[in-house]
DNA sequence: GAAATTCCTGACAACTTCTTGATCATTTTC
DNA sequence: GAAAATGATCAAGAAGTTGTCAGGAATTTC
């Protein structure tokens, strides 16, 4: 399974530490932009709208706290600051000025990831209005809300089914295979039960495709598993 | 001016910690709740409702990380690990279980304070974008003034029947787990009593339901939980 | 301390969901 | 293109969940 890209944004004049961080970040993961001036920084989380700001604070044109404070009067864009300064003034007057998390250098390529990854769900809640919807024709479906409408119509799912639909929902477009499928609804001690996948798959197809014999949405993959296609 | 009061609740088995922070921390500006285990943390969280969980990865009963992970099914309040462990994994670990920060002692009083501000902020972004009141249909909800009106005539509800009705409301339009219901209402301790549930909404759609035999605000997801419905 | 309210609990009926086997259709393999 | 493997469909009984009611315990109120 893939995970979703997040666009991350670094604002560092040492070119040492941008490159620390490309081969950090897993790019297929996170989108890596870079800054090398707090000017150049603002441009572009403006035009950008990355999802997590990385900050240094010892900038060459303008003070990596003020960068933030000017962030902050408009953007709710987590900020997590690296900085090679331990002092606890520098460490308080960043996080006061709006910065979210503060590592110090050297710090692990492991917490750091960790440390994205607290931001990003942050992140989610804070723009979290918009909710995480797949759309696809006259079919929505909101995993958070557990809510399924086609056509405008609220479909009523059964937990095994919206199990079933969640997982496919969240490998939307690729094929998921059988014992996948099985392992995340049923458990691993179902993992070889497939006649559970056509009975459910045929429930799902009945509720959503409207001509169900002929599903364009919920597909068979023979001999691998099914998907849910995109469009 | 005063600054407003927050409940921050310590979860740490060494009485040398709770004391450190008791000073640490100005009570004027913070009502400090003390937890020697796991167990009476999560009881407190649901009773108490702190702003901010400081939480120790030793304890006695329970792993702190599992803490956290226990914590985080149900509740979003801010949680900052303080810990003596300064191993990489360790802190990946807690920071995936769902906790927001992670302090290695021995930390300064000044930057735990300022990370406990980081956490209150995140606090008021995650709960102050709830609606304090909430209006469907001839139903009025105003959590703050504890007050429920249907068709302009109020209400009245029984503790718990508002405690439940508050958590449906926090989570207007999703689907709330049984466990969830239970840990909000009555605490941890009672997460399997799923009749409570039972009997409650069906005194809740009593007092709020036109046909309480056929509910249209308060409906059932067989197997999950309930929901209030948005429209 | 008596009255009123609220809470907990058990019994049972009604309802929903899950599992399962039989049968037929489709796809893949040789 | 026939045989074998895989997939779809249907229906019915089993299992699990939910709604309802009511009496007694506990708590709160006056």
Redesign the pocket.
């Known amino acids: 399974m893939t995970e979703p890209l997040h666009r991350v944004l670094v604002i560092d004049d040492e070119l040492a530490i941008r490159r620390f961080l490309r081969h950090s970040l897993n790019p297929e993961q996170f989108e890596l932009l870079e800054a090398e001036t707090g000017e150049e920084g603002l441009r572009l989380i403006a035009t950008k709208e990355p999802a997590v700001v990385l900050l240094d604070l010892g900038l060459a044109d303008i003070d990596g706290v003020e960068v933030a404070r000017q962030i902050r009067e408009w953007s709710q864009v987590p900020i997590i600051v690296l900085s090679a300064r331990e002092q606890d003034h520098d460490k308080v007057a960043a996080l006061d000025a709006g910065a979210d998390d503060y590592l110090t250098k050297p710090f692990s390529v492991v917490e750091l990831q960790a440390r994205i990854r607290v931001a990003l769900r942050h992140g989610s809640l804070a723009t979290g209005a918009l909710p995480p919807a797949f759309i696809a024709g006259d079919l929505e479906i909101d995993l958070l809300a557990r809510l399924v409408r086609k056509g405008g119509v609220e479909v009523?799912l059964?937990?095994?089914?919206f199990k079933l639909l969640a997982a496919l929902v969240k490998n939307a477009g690729r094929v998921v295979t059988?014992k996948q499928l099985l392992t995340e609804v049923?458990g691993p001690d179902f993992a070889e039960e497939?006649?559970?996948l056509?009975?459910y798959?045929?429930q799902l197809?009945h509720k959503l495709e409207d001509e169900?014999?002929q599903p364009r949405l919920l597909t068979?993959e023979?001999?691998?598993g099914y998907r849910l296609r995109t469009e």
Chains 1, 2 share one sequence.
């Open positions: 009523h059964t937990p095994n089914e059988h049923w497939a006649h559970y056509r009975v798959m045929g197809r169900p014999a068979t023979s001999g691998v």
